[in-house]
């Protein structure tokens, strides 16, 4: 069945520095979904990205997918305590459901 | 609007005994879902839901029954609880025509 890894597991980043996590399938998608899980929280839609090597900014969150859609990433430019949570994408193929990956935890130090 | 409810927040059950766990939206969503997060392995679609009457299995259906008599409610049964039931399972909901998925508060559950 479909899979999607990402990478790395664990991200710890003094405050002001920058952030990437990856995302990769071994199918091709239809699209891929970006949440984030606060600790003690549920996950939070933050973005979807549809088109081959899109590109889409969220204030200091960029999202990228890539030119195969088979991968994608996010970056965060200079991290934030409020940055703090899990990660994870969530890649979509032809029907309805979604696959995500194992998530990628952010610890921010002050 | 309420969104995504879950109800219980907290559960404890022993080996055997079975439970459900309610899901409820109230955006007049057609696609339901339910998760479960285990540690170090994300979330993994246990059932699904795309209106009223149709259900679906997910990667993990085994020990978990579902149904959908109305739009609104999404409950899942387990059937006979297992130590590996234990995680914390989340009901989801979105629109069938735009992909974004809202999430409830999730229930912890935990098997002795």
């Known amino acids: 069945g479909q899979q999607v890894m990402q990478i790395p597991q664990y991200q710890h980043v003094q405050e002001g520095e920058d952030f990437t996590t990856y995302c990769n399938s071994s199918?091709?998608?239809?699209?891929i979904q970006w949440y984030k899980q606060r600790p003690g929280g549920h996950p939070v839609f933050l973005i979807q990205?549809?088109?081959?090597?899109e590109v889409k900014k969220q204030k200091r969150l960029t999202f990228q997918f890539g030119e195969a859609k088979k991968n994608s990433s996010l970056h965060i430019t200079a991290t934030q305590t409020t940055d703090v949570g899990t990660y994870f994408c969530?890649?979509?193929?032809?029907?309805?459901?979604?696959?995500f990956g194992e998530g990628t935890q952010l610890t921010v130090n002050p | 609007n309420a969104g995504v409810t879950q109800t219980p927040k907290f559960q404890v059950l022993k080996t055997g005994q079975s439970m459900t766990l309610q899901c409820a939206q109230d955006m007049n969503h057609e696609y339901m879902s339910w998760y479960r997060q285990d540690p170090g392995m994300g979330l993994r679609l246990i059932h699904y839901s795309v209106g009223a009457g149709i259900t679906d299995q997910g990667e993990v259906p085994n020990g978990y029954n579902v149904s959908r008599s109305t739009t609104e409610d999404f409950p899942l049964r387990l059937l006979s609880a297992a130590p590996s039931q234990t995680s914390v399972y989340f009901c989801?909901?979105?629109?069938?025509?735009?992909?974004?998925?809202?999430f409830g508060p999730g229930t912890r559950l935990t098997v002795l």
């Open positions: 989801a909901s979105r629109a069938l025509n735009y992909n974004e998925q809202f």
């Open positions: 990205l549809v088109k081959s090597g």
């Open positions: 969530a890649g979509g193929t032809s029907g309805s459901r979604l696959t």
């Open positions: 199918t091709t998608l239809s699209n």
